[in-house]
């Protein structure tokens, strides 16, 4: 008898056995394909702090249009994301107008030149529309330089006005997802679906982790699946983790069941990866009055908490910490929480925060 496979996948961007609470999306984005050009949800700006899915759903927006015969190009928008387009384009698709360079495909076409102008781009794109329709996605939105979105928009919008069959996926950090629609030459993108990605149900995330199990062969104890549901806080990476560490346990104790001893060990050893992988990366990116304001802000009681009561266990006046304020939202570290109060964007900081603090 062969062993069962552990079926959570706790690595960033890669497709979890189950994409729990976007069905809706998922459903709205085929039948928008089907429906044709001009269909309102081929157009979805997606925004959640990290480790809510965004990626994950981008992969699953490429999925579906590439079971409807579209050509699917997914890249990230560090610098030269047009170039990256084009070329992912091109290794598809005849150019007639056009030849291609050697040294991007590395295969022998000729002695040849292309110029990666905005004018091949569109063409490349139009081409890949008639062909069977194209989708773009573009994640990591915050890392776009204005410029690229500007060509890259520009040449969507064209193509949308000519009724070519495209479609174009988003997805960042909130704040970065709506700086890019308020662009003045970017407009038509607030016509674009607005995806938000917050937490999941703790009903949605309960029975997920029940089905998911059974269908791998584990069932949870009595009460397990509730231990499991708290711990992910209903954030879909932790569901990821939770689930891959209690079955781990499970499986090196050859039980045919999750019990609740295995449940906690599974849970604190996610957790652990949980600070290692999401919490630490994102406060090392941070500078020094960013981080006393986040261990401020930990010391203070409730989950939503005044910006004047951060300021003044920084020994600072109000209107001193503001800058501090916005630039943690703009990281996705912290979100607004009613009128000049924030909370903790990511779950777990807060403990994190104050065990640092202790530390020192």
């Not at 552990?6 to 998922?26: H, Q, S, Y």
């Not at 569109?122 to 890392?143: F, H, N, P, S, V």
Request: hydrophobic letters at 40%.
């Amino acid at each position: 008898m062969s062993k069962a496979i552990n079926p959570f996948k706790p690595t960033a961007g890669m497709n979890p056995p189950e994409l729990i609470g976007r069905d809706a999306v998922l459903d709205d984005f085929a039948e928008a394909l089907e429906n044709g050009p001009g269909a309102p949800d081929r157009l979805m700006r997606i925004s959640g702090v990290r480790g809510t899915g965004k990626t994950v759903l981008l992969n699953a927006l490429g999925d579906l249009a590439r079971k409807k015969g579209f050509e699917v190009v997914d890249v990230a928008s560090n610098a030269g994301f047009c170039n990256r387009i084009l070329e992912a384009l091109q290794r598809n698709l005849r150019l007639e107008s056009m030849s291609i360079s050697p040294s991007i495909l590395g295969v022998s076409l000729g002695s040849v030149e292309v110029s990666k102008s905005a004018s091949h781009l569109g063409e490349a794109m139009y081409d890949a529309a008639k062909r069977g329709g194209l989708l773009i996605t573009l994640d990591e939105i915050q890392d776009a330089s204005t410029e690229e979105m500007r060509e890259l928009g520009n040449e969507m919008q064209l193509l949308i006005r000519q009724g070519a069959n495209v479609a174009f996926a988003f997805a960042g950090l909130p704040t970065s997802v709506d700086g890019v629609v308020v662009d003045d030459t970017l407009t038509f993108l607030q016509r674009a679906k607005h995806i938000e990605l917050t937490r999941l149900s703790d009903f949605e995330v309960g029975g997920s982790f029940e089905d998911t199990m059974r269908r791998a062969g584990k069932e949870l104890d009595e009460g397990v699946a509730e231990l499991l549901t708290r711990a992910s806080a209903g954030y879909p990476f932790m569901v990821q983790l939770v689930g891959y560490y209690a079955w781990q346990v499970a499986a090196r104790s050859g039980t045919e069941s999750v019990g609740e001893e295995a449940a906690r060990k599974g849970i604190q050893a996610a957790l652990d990866s949980f600070n290692a992988m999401v919490i630490a990366p994102a406060l090392r990116r941070v500078s020094e009055r960013q981080f006393q304001y986040l261990a401020a802000m930990a010391q203070c009681e409730g989950d939503e908490i005044a910006n004047g009561d951060i300021a003044k266990k920084m020994g600072l006046p109000a209107n001193k910490v503001g800058s501090y304020r916005k630039r943690l939202i703009d990281a996705g570290l912290i979100e607004p929480a009613g009128y000049g109060c924030v909370s903790f964007a990511i779950p777990y900081m807060r403990d994190y925060l104050l065990e640092t603090v202790r530390k020192d």
